[in-house]
């Protein structure tokens, strides 16, 4: 096998999928049919076959302190999707940031920021209301992307109980490295829920157990502004002993078509 022309295909898959986000971005690609996050979890809905789906997310950290996290998703029907994520974009505009750090936070390995991932994702329709899925994401610092490193990851299997739409609860187990998750365990459990208030409003909530970089809780809103796009605002709480920061976080969900009913993807 040729590695170095394979590595070549690779690299022009990836280039294409972040030119594919950016265009996402200003709305000029096709966006898709459901929220693939609840805030920080996957929400375990299926990109249905041949759309995209496109979220933005924000952390406000502080007024001067910002995160942003891109997704791209696209259909490959048969309970499959694919995807790219740009995650742990940081603008933290305060002086002396790392010295300010406390010395047990500094001296911990952190994240890579920013952070590129493939992504890829299975679902299995067990009944009309119990779905899993098992998916991973991919990824390595942009810096690292030619020089050959060893590849970060993100991997879990999500169980969905969803009797109505816009009803569900989700649970289930991850498994990570230092790349992408930094100080802290490298496993835990992803647990979520969204539930309606009114027709226009749901509730939307998700927990990274543990006390790594990504061990946070966030409660917050989803407004269906249309029936294509989702604005949601929720509160960023830290976990015990993850010495995470609380903040903010927005997101923006671009949908393919109306959203009024789930998607099975088939």
Not at 70 to 92: C, R, T
Request: charged share 15%.
């Amino acid at each position: 096998m040729n590695f170095t022309k394979t590595g070549r295909r690779v690299r022009r898959q990836l280039l294409r999928l972040v030119v594919l986000i950016a265009l996402g971005w200003l709305g000029v690609s096709r966006p898709a049919q459901a929220q693939q996050n609840l805030f920080n979890i996957p929400s375990a809905d299926l990109t249905p076959q041949n759309k995209y789906f496109f979220q933005q997310q924000v952390n406000i950290l502080a007024y001067n302190n910002f995160e942003s996290k891109s997704h791209l998703v696209y259909g490959l029907g048969k309970g499959w999707e694919v995807g790219l994520n740009v995650v742990n974009v940081k603008a933290d505009f305060r002086r002396l940031a790392a010295s300010a750090a406390p010395p047990e936070v500094a001296n911990r390995p952190v994240a890579y920021s920013p952070l590129i991932q493939a992504t890829g994702q299975k679902f299995f329709f067990l009944t009309e209301h119990l779905t899993t899925s098992i998916g991973t994401q991919i990824g390595v610092h942009p810096t690292k992307l030619w020089t050959g490193s060893r590849l970060t990851h993100f991997t879990y299997n999500l169980w969905t109980y969803q009797p109505r739409h816009h009803l569900k609860f989700v649970a289930g187990p991850y498994l990570s490295d230092r790349g992408t998750v930094g100080f802290g365990n490298q496993a835990g459990l992803l647990l979520g829920f969204e539930a309606p208030l009114a027709r226009k409003w749901v509730l939307m909530g998700d927990i990274v157990t543990g006390n790594n970089a990504s061990a946070v809780s966030v409660l917050g809103f989803n407004y269906l502004a249309t029936k294509r796009i989702q604005l949601c605002l929720g509160a960023m709480l830290p976990n015990p002993r993850s010495q995470n920061p609380a903040g903010v976080v927005f997101e923006l969900n671009l949908l393919g078509f109306d959203d009024d009913a789930p998607s099975t993807g088939h």
